[in-house]
């Protein structure tokens, strides 16, 4: 009787660990693509296990992960929280990690990772995985440390790869015994231009040090193969891990580059690739709602679908591709930005019409992790039902014609523009405006030789003119409604006249008199005309890049020949320019005299 007992104790037992163990019972998808249909829609849990304060840790603050974990302003993460990003339709989380500079001392050789800190990103693991979700887990900016890679001193160098390795083989060990629900990346956004930053926290070194282009390239391949090999040598679950290769800055275009390399691996199709998509930054990284650039327009949806289309050239490799980090973030008013649901909705449209997947950025500003949801409701509606579940049983080539299907709807209802300024600015027309980006760039009004209008900081108020042929005319800018209320100095500043070669072949503009908030100023040398695509018709005010040896053989003035003519004639050292208002321009359009 004893014995039955014990074997049915033993059933039941046995029935309950196959219950815990159903969420992760199912089997490891067969290679990268797969991997990235499984993953849905993912979201960050930013600025939380990442949080550190530049390595100055010590005593209980090294001990104490909450301390760190809730440095940033984020409270501390609790089983709950993990269920209710799953329910608002996330199936993977992204947990960004600074490893080194909350637990060791690399300054001194030190690289050991603080048993305190793993239990405590274990901890979230299991959350995380309890909730049926999958996870990644890096080393984040961790207080810069990466510059070390590039520094002058060999002993620097040696120690960055040192702590490199060692930190993984740390993280592999821990979390080897998880199966394929657990990714891991090799970096966030540190591989390549980071490789310059001076962090001296670490080193004895100055790190004034200036890698060229193929040097950061071939480091960055070496880093990410060294991180390849070092888990793989680990063993056990290690062994076929799915890893995610951080490209370079995980940027777009410079991670399309054929000087970027992916690792050479021993595990067949278990690599996938990590790039981050915050374009335009004008629009998505600005910190207000207010000072958020425009954004909607047709063009708007075809540049985003273009620039993703790029990441094909990696899907066909049979790499999967991760879009670790996009959104159009909320200011620090907490404050949704004008289309940003449309923003989300097109995004999530074209990853599933390209086959990627991709995690937000979030730092409770989309999910608020206090009230346990998303709180904007068009922004909830996005994110509904657009998770792996509701697309499981799907053949991927019906999922990615409804992707490409609602986009091109989204696009099919955008208007060509946001701003209707009265002008005439059909395909034949001639609009004359300024083309200005402010001294910081965070201002900026129709940059380039297409006219614009509504590419914008929002709150500048423009007059643009209808250039109707030969005669005098005024183009201004009007700073005072925006967020600083002033421009802070200039970058790059021109006048342009929409198709002014087309329909005033060889005309000339001729600056009257430039005014900046009301006060007129003078000019340094003389200003020409010239046009660059050959259909709009320039005048620099200030243009640093134009080489004048090579722009007067396609510039023309009004008068005379061309002796003191310059494409920097606004002087950026006047006291006035420090915060521009207003700028007035009153110019003579005309044939050459």
Same mark, same amino acid.
């Given at each position: ?9 033993? +059933? ?137 890679? %590039? ?6 160098? $040696? ?9 993984? @083989? ?45 040097? @950061? ?12 090999d070092t888990v793989r040598e680990s063993g056990g679950n290690n062994a076929e891990r799915f890893l995610l290769i951080?490209? &370079? ?34 629009? +998505? ?90 709180t904007e409701p068009e922004m909830a509606a996005v994110y509904a039902g657009r998770n792996y579940a509701s697309e499981?049983? $799907? ?7 409804? %992707? ?76 005072? %409604? ?25 005309? +000339?503009? &001729? ?18 005309? +010239? ?63």
């Amino acid at each position: 009787m004893k014995l039955r007992t014990l074997m049915i104790l033993c +059933c039941l037992a046995a029935g309950l660990l196959l219950c815990f163990a159903g969420a992760y019972a199912e089997d490891a998808p067969a290679d990268a693509i797969e991997m990235t249909r499984r993953m849905g829609n993912g979201i960050n849990l930013g600025n939380t296990m990442e949080a550190c304060n530049n390595g100055k840790t010590g005593g209980m603050m090294r001990d104490d992960p909450k301390f760190f974990e809730t440095y940033w302003g984020q409270p501390v993460t609790t089983p709950e929280m993990l269920k209710a990003m799953k329910e608002s339709g996330f199936d993977t989380i992204r947990i960004p990690v600074a490893w080194l500079t909350n637990a060791s001392h690399l300054n001194e050789g030190d690289y050991t990772i603080s048993p305190g800190y793993l239990d405590r990103v274990e901890e979230i693991v299991n959350y995380a995985l309890d909730a049926d979700m999958i996870v990644i887990i890096n080393d984040h900016w961790d207080g810069g440390w990466w510059g070390m890679f %590039g520094s002058d001193t060999e002993a620097t160098r $040696k120690l960055a790869m040192e702590a490199y390795t060692g930190m993984w @083989k740390q993280i592999a060990e821990r979390f080897g015994k998880y199966d394929w629900h657990v990714i891991y990346e090799s970096a966030n956004e540190e591989l390549g231009n980071n490789f310059d930053m001076n962090s001296p926290l670490y080193c004895e070194d100055s790190l004034d040090h200036h890698l060229s282009d193929n040097e @950061k390239f071939a480091l960055t391949n070496l880093v990410n193969q060294t991180f390849v090999d070092t888990v793989r040598e680990s063993g056990g679950n290690n062994a076929e891990r799915f890893l995610l290769i951080a490209g &370079f800055n995980t940027d777009i275009d410079h991670t399309s580059d054929n000087r970027f390399a992916m690792p050479k691996d021993t595990a067949e199709n278990r690599l996938l690739l990590s790039v981050h998509y915050y374009s335009p930054w004008s629009y +998505c990284g600005a910190s207000s709602a207010k000072g958020a650039s425009l954004w909607g327009r047709k063009k708007d949806f075809e540049t985003m679908y273009s620039e993703l289309s790029r990441m094909k050239k990696f899907t066909a490799a049979g790499y999967g591709v991760v879009i670790g980090e996009y959104g159009a973030l909320p200011g620090s008013d907490g404050i949704m930005k004008t289309n940003a649901p449309a923003y989300h909705e097109a995004f999530l449209d074209c990853c599933d019409a390209l086959d990627l997947t991709s995690c937000l950025w979030d730092c409770s500003g989309f999910f608020i992790r206090r009230e346990l949801k998303i709180t904007e409701p068009e922004m909830a509606a996005v994110y509904a039902g657009r998770n792996y579940a509701s697309e499981a049983g $799907k053949d991927y080539a019906e999922i990615a014609a409804a %992707g490409k299907a609602a986009f091109d709807a989204i696009v099919a209802a955008a208007p060509e523009s946001l701003v209707d300024n009265g002008l005439d600015t059909g395909d034949g027309s001639s609009v004359a405006w300024i083309m200005f980006s402010g001294g910081d760039w965070a201002m900026s009004y129709s940059v380039g030789d297409v006219y614009t209008p509504d590419s914008m900081t929002p709150g500048i108020v423009p007059t643009d003119v209808q250039i109707t042929g030969p005669g005098t005319y005024t183009v201004a800018l009007d700073f005072t %409604g925006t967020e600083a209320g002033y421009a802070a100095n200039t970058a790059f500043s021109a006048i342009g006249i929409s198709n002014g070669e087309q329909n005033y072949p060889g005309y +000339c503009i &001729f600056f009257n008199e430039v005014i900046i908030n009301g006060e007129s100023v003078k000019l340094k040398g003389r200003n020409y005309t +010239c046009s660059d695509d050959g259909k709009c018709t320039r005048s620099n005010l200030y243009n640093e890049w134009v080489d004048m040896k090579n722009a007067r053989s396609g510039a023309r003035v009004l008068y005379g020949d061309l002796t003191g003519i310059s494409a920097t004639v606004l002087d950026r050292e006047l006291e006035i320019m420090r915060q521009i208002r207003t700028i007035e321009i009153t110019f003579r359009y005309e044939p050459r005299q």
